[in-house]
Every structure is written in structure tokens, then in C-alpha cells.
């Protein structure tokens, strides 16, 4: 009875290594490809990160919204004293 539990789990282990070195491959095959597109996709928003930077720093960014918020200001106090002084 021993010998016979002992062949059927020397079979089941042969039949078995070929579906386990399929998965172990297909994991570090994933793994590599998860690695890589992190690397990647890091590389690329940090090149997005430092261009909306580099725009908010220059003259059309943070400064042109500031005129145009001044603008809308001084408008409202326009109509103000337009529809108070008349």
C-alpha cells in the first residue's frame, strides 16, 4: 500500500512540474513587464510633470492668470461704482 501511495505521488509530481514551471515563467514574465512599464511610465510623468511646470513658470502660466484675474476684479469694482454713482 506504501509503495503504492509513494507512485501515485512520484506521478503526480511529474505531471504536475511542467504546469508549475509554466506559471514561475509566466510570473517573471510579468514582473518584468510590470518593472518596465513602471519604469516607463515614471520616466514619462515626470517629463509631463517638469513641462506643466515649466509652463506655469513662464510668462503665459501663473502670470497671465494673475492679469486676467486682476482684470476680473477691477471690472467687478467697475460695476460696482457704476451702479452705485450712477
Known sequence: MRALVFLLKLLLKILVAP?????????????GIVYVSGLVLGLISMVIALLVMAFLISPYGLPMAAIWLLGKVQDLKFAIQDLVYG
Open 19 to 31: 504546469v508549475i514551471l509554466t506559471l514561475t515563467l509566466f510570473v517573471w514574465i510579468c514582473v
